[in-house]
């Protein structure tokens, strides 16, 4: 098989780290998530949970730009702020981890770090607010009172943290090879329109 680097991107509430865990297994490669995270921080010597904590601020944009613009004042690498140093640990790791081999990759602008990349597929997997409200008490275990306001900081969050960072927009089909709407389909046949679309690919 030849290399397959598969990057998800999600809404909060759209199965998109489901769906990447499914298809993973599918082909029998690697997946990273949760795991992106704690190989980040045992390469840089950054803090997991402080890596975290900055991409939940962007959901504040203008707060995460200022903070994000201002660095040490001393010269090289290390005058860059601490939420440009993540970004580049996370740049850094996920360009290793694609050299490495096949791989799914959620989220952490894998689509943008990998671009160009020979083999790439990025997805992004949304749905509509009933949909993924309804996922993200059922399966996720949120609390029913308190999911609209998880749903709309995270995805607000993710949004300004990628716009920053990438100077592109978060969502925007053209920086996607599929786009599609989990609300309709089993999570067994989204894996199976994403595997039919990696062959499909191959073959051109």
Same mark, same amino acid.
């Given at each position: 098989?030849?290399?397959?680097i598969?990057?998800i991107?999600?809404?909060?509430?759209?199965g998109?780290r489901?769906?990447?865990?499914?298809?993973?297994?599918?082909?029998?490669?690697?997946?990273?998530?949760? /795991?992106?995270?704690?190989?980040?921080?045992?390469? %840089?010597?950054? *803090?997991? /949970?402080?890596?975290e904590?900055a991409?939940?601020?962007?959901? +504040?944009?203008f707060f995460? *730009?200022? *903070?994000?613009?201002?660095g040490?004042g001393?010269?090289?690498?290390? *005058?860059?702020?601490?939420? @440009?140093?993540?970004?580049?640990? #996370?740049?850094?790791?996920?360009?290793?981890?694609a050299?490495?081999? %096949?791989?799914?990759i959620?989220?952490?602008?894998a689509d943008?770090?990998?671009r160009?990349? #020979?083999?790439?597929?990025n997805?992004?997997?949304y749905?509509?607010?009933?949909?993924k409200?309804?996922?993200a008490v @059922?399966e996720?275990?949120?609390?029913?009172?308190?999911?609209?306001?998880?749903?709309?900081d995270?995805?607000?969050?993710?949004a300004?943290?990628?716009?920053?960072?990438?100077?592109?927009?978060?969502?925007?089909?053209?920086?996607?090879n599929l786009?599609i709407? %989990?609300?309709?389909?089993?999570i067994? +046949?989204?894996?199976?329109?994403?595997?039919?679309?990696? @062959?499909?690919?191959?073959?051109r």
């Amino acid at each position: 098989m030849k290399k397959q680097i598969i990057t998800i991107s999600r809404e909060f509430g759209s199965g998109g780290r489901l769906i990447g865990r499914r298809l993973a297994d599918d082909l029998g490669i690697p997946y990273y998530d949760k /795991e992106l995270l704690s190989r980040i921080a045992e390469e %840089s010597g950054f *803090s997991r /949970e402080m890596m975290e904590e900055a991409e939940m601020k962007a959901k +504040n944009s203008f707060f995460y *730009s200022l *903070s994000s613009a201002f660095g040490t004042g001393d010269s090289g690498p290390d *005058s860059l702020s601490l939420n @440009e140093r993540f970004f580049l640990a #996370q740049f850094d790791t996920i360009r290793k981890i694609a050299d490495e081999g %096949s791989c799914v990759i959620v989220g952490r602008c894998a689509d943008y770090v990998l671009r160009g990349i #020979q083999g790439a597929t990025n997805i992004f997997i949304y749905a509509e607010a009933e949909d993924k409200i309804k996922r993200a008490v @059922e399966e996720y275990g949120v609390p029913e009172k308190d999911v609209k306001k998880i749903m709309n900081d995270t995805d607000k969050a993710r949004a300004n943290y990628y716009n920053y960072h990438t100077g592109r927009k978060w969502g925007d089909p053209v920086n996607y090879n599929l786009c599609i709407d %989990s609300g309709y389909i089993s999570i067994e +046949n989204i894996v199976k329109i994403i595997k039919d679309y990696l @062959e499909l690919k191959l073959d051109r």
